[in-house]
Nanobody, 114 residues
Framework: QVQLVESGGGLVQAGGSLRLSCAGSGSIFSINAMGWYRQAPGKQREFIALITSGGTINYADSVKGRFTISRDNAKNTVYLQMNRLKPEATAVYYC????????WGQGTQVTVSS
């Protein structure tokens, strides 16, 4: 099994930046991809970005050019650098890891003030 711990959320003004971290432990060798979703109040969970074990990266159109996903294999950690944040980015951000199952982190709150 894989365990995920997220960190890095917080309050930021519009136009600012935050970096989220997702540290994996457990059966990390079995991870095919890791990524991020977010869920705003009253809305469905929304895909943000993913990075595969082979290094393929995909982004949602809404964040292309402003968000960057990366990984540090030595630390078993995936990052989401978020720049030029908008108030509509306010949400709980969830890290996930895909093996034969999908494991979710506990979520971290990001609040962008206007």
């Amino acid at each position: 099994q894989v365990q995920l711990v997220e960190s890095g959320g917080g309050l930021v003004q519009a136009g600012g930046s935050l970096r989220l971290s997702c540290a994996g432990s457990g059966s990390i060798f079995s991870i095919n991809a890791m990524g991020w979703y977010r869920q705003a109040p009253g809305k469905q969970r929304e895909f943000i970005a993913l990075i595969t074990s082979g290094g393929t990266i995909n982004y949602a159109d809404s964040v292309k050019g402003r968000f960057t996903i990366s990984r540090d294999n030595a630390k078993n950690t995936v990052y989401l650098q978020m720049n030029r944040l908008k108030p509509e980015a306010t949400a709980v951000y969830y890290c996930y890891a895909q093996t034969t199952l999908v494991t979710w982190g506990q979520g971290t709150q990001v609040t962008v003030s206007s």
